[in-house]
């Protein structure tokens, strides 16, 4: 299965907790005013690579905590990065997701053809909304602005409502 990405990196220390291999997937609908990734907004650049390579890359560093999945939007191409992310738990990984949308949208708008929630069921921890530049702050961790979320998303899953990880 192949998944078209902006690019990766491979011991990230900005996008989540420990050292993480970060996949930038290619393709967002959201196109925030003040993106820190606008070139990943086009669903038609980047390139695709197969999930096994990916997989290879990651399994080859055994310094990393976990791994990223950020954007462009990931929940675009759900399906690829659900498989990747299968694959990923069973090294012992921890997964972060990183979407435009919020935790309700993909509960309320998943479908077995977008997988959403099945994205959700895999990520350990969900930074959600959209970034706004008129909330931006640098004192955050991992996010951009104010609005932005760092949710327990397997907890919020269990119970039904929405966790949040306070900083």
């Known amino acids: 299965m192949d998944v078209r990405i902006a690019g990766t990196v491979n011991d990230s220390i900005v996008d989540g907790p420990g050292l993480r291999f970060t996949i930038f997937t290619q393709g967002c609908p959201h ?6 990734n606008p070139q990943t907004h086009s669903f038609n650049g980047g390139e695709v690579v197969s999930i096994d ?8 560093n055994p310094l990393l905590d976990g791994v990223t999945f950020s ?10 990065l659900v498989e990747l992310g299968k694959r990923i738990q069973e090294l012992g990984l921890d997964i972060i997701t990183y979407t435009g949308h919020t935790f309700e949208y993909l509960v309320d708008n998943a479908n077995e053809d977008n997988r959403y929630l099945e994205l959700l069921s895999i990520t350990d921890f969900l930074i959600d909304g959209k970034f706004e530049i008129n909330n931006k702050s ?23 409502k929405v966790c949040i990880i306070d900083d």
């Open 53 to 60: 390579e990916i997989y290879d890359t990651i399994k080859q």
């Open 31 to 36: 196109n925030c005013d003040g993106c820190h």
């Open 138 to 160: 640098y004192l955050l961790k991992f996010r951009g602005s104010t609005n932005q979320r760092f949710i327990d998303c397997k907890k919020s899953l269990k119970i039904g």
């Open 71 to 80: 954007g462009g939007e990931p929940f675009c191409q759900a399906a690829p």
